[in-house]
């Protein structure tokens, strides 16, 4: 598979996901910007080689890709609302808001999100996937998926 077909399966496997789309579409960045700045951090890990941001530029899901200026632009937006974002969780946590128990579900979820992903990495080490393997991850998605949608939309799930 050709270097940018198989950063562009990554980056729409990456965002595909129903629980990246959740945390995508309630975050400060646009699925564009999260696809830049995957394929700025992330891409030289696939390819093995540092790459030129015209290379990264052509790398977007766009068919014919985009002009490097265009790029840099989109990444400097990213990264603008990431510094903003890490701003605004040490302003919280400043002002002793994280020590509301409002905050509380964020943190079960976060927390909930770390036990998927440590799962998903076990599975992927043992290298057999069996059904309880399947059965277990997915009961786990759906109940991040589920708790993330009720964040999401304001309430305040009660089993979290």
Not at 11 to 17: A, F, H, I
Not at 34 to 40: C, F, G, N, P
């Amino acid at each position: 598979m050709k270097l940018k077909e198989s950063v562009q399966k990554w980056v729409r496997d990456s965002l595909g996901d129903p629980i990246a789309e959740i945390l995508v579409k309630n975050s400060h960045l646009t699925k564009i910007q999260i696809e830049t700045l995957l394929i700025d951090i992330l891409a030289e890990n696939i390819v093995g080689k540092p790459l030129k941001y015209d290379e990264k530029a052509r790398l977007r899901l766009l068919k014919g890709g985009i002009s490097r200026g265009a790029f840099n632009r989109t990444l400097k937006q990213a990264k603008k609302n990431v510094i903003k974002s890490i701003y605004t969780i040490i302003l919280l946590g400043y002002l002793g808001i994280f020590e509301s128990t409002q905050l509380d579900p964020y943190i079960e979820v976060a927390s909930k999100l770390q036990t998927y992903i440590k799962a998903y990495k076990d599975i992927l080490k043992g290298k057999r996937l069996t059904n309880e393997h399947v059965r277990i991850m997915n009961m786990l998605r759906e109940e991040l998926e589920d708790s993330l949608t009720l964040l999401s939309s304001g309430s305040i799930p009660k089993n979290l």
